[in-house]
């Protein structure tokens, strides 16, 4: 490997925790933000001693080659998602990660929660890269026109038109504080094993969406309804009489590790209004569960 490559290499792997998180909020899930960073890697490479040695920016350069892999992957997205086994959810990624990763302290900043991921998987391919390379991670237009291939000023409509959708589609912000006492209540509830105190602490039209992935059981349709919800949540429960339910930080505030026999089976994250809990988001696949081991 030539001198000149074996700097590239340094390059990388100082931008390596920037891009994977970039790719995270981008495609919803770690491994595939891990193969986006490691083609632009794979990219970088190739390039010749002289081109690596004319890119000025080194960083810039692969947030907008990893933007390019992500809208391409993103562009396929939706067709793997309608032959998913069941429902999908984003991968969850405990906030305060402690597996050794690299990348982790930034996949895992609090800021990346389920309900965002979640709206912006009602965004086009272009309205979510623009959103979070330009909101997110301050990529200026000039260079998000590149990865889209418009001009500057339709990627600021873009990300304008995303900003908004993400606004309205995430509601009112409850502090951490209240929805973590939320939360605590609602383990409370569940550890009476009281059909009325558990729906007492559920808002009325809450959604349970449980993922499996085809790989483990799972609800294959959102669970609707308090009263559905908790009885599905205590029949859970029955079926697991030796889980234990470990408090966690998530980019929604506190959730729950489930562990059967010390080998994590679930994670779980929450919305709530400020009262009640609005939405359960259990994530069973063992695939999008490797950050919780």
Not at 9 to 31: F, P, S, W
Not at 56 to 73: E, F, K, Q, S
Not at 243 to 252: F, I, L, M, Q, S
């Amino acid at each position: 490997m030539t001198d000149a490559a074996t700097r590239s290499v340094g390059d990388v792997d100082a931008h390596r925790r920037v891009l994977v998180a970039a790719a995270y909020r981008m495609l919803g899930t770690v491994a595939e933000a891990e193969d986006a960073a490691q083609e632009a890697y794979v990219r970088w490479l190739r390039l010749s001693d002289a081109e690596r040695e004319a890119i000025a920016n080194p960083g810039g350069w692969l947030m907008r080659v990893t933007g390019r892999i992500c809208l391409d992957v993103l562009g396929s997205a939706r067709v793997r998602h309608e032959t998913y086994v069941g429902e999908w959810l984003p991968e969850p990624v405990p906030a305060s990660s402690e597996t050794g990763d690299p990348a982790d302290a930034v996949i895992g900043a609090e800021s990346v929660s389920t309900a965002l991921l979640l709206v912006l998987e009602t965004l086009t391919p272009a309205e979510r890269v623009a959103f979070v390379l330009h909101e997110v991670f301050a990529v200026p237009f000039a260079e998000i026109a590149e990865v889209l291939g418009r001009s500057a000023a339709a990627c600021r409509q873009l990300a304008a038109s995303a900003r908004r959708h993400v606004g309205r589609r995430r509601g009112a912000t409850v502090p951490r504080t209240r929805h973590d006492q939320v939360v605590a209540a609602f383990a409370a509830a569940s550890a009476t094993g009281s059909l009325e105190a558990l729906v007492r602490v559920l808002a009325p039209d809450v959604v349970l969406v449980s993922d499996g992935g085809g790989v483990v059981s799972a609800a294959r349709r959102p669970v609707r309804g308090a009263d559905h919800v908790a009885r599905f949540l205590l029949g859970l429960a029955r079926k697991q009489p030796t889980a234990v339910y470990e408090p966690a930080v998530t980019g929604d505030g506190l959730g729950f590790a489930i562990r059967v026999d010390g080998v994590i089976a679930a994670a779980v994250a929450f919305a709530t209004d400020g009262e009640r809990v609005t939405d359960v988001w259990m994530m069973r696949n063992p695939h999008k569960l490797r950050a919780w081991v």
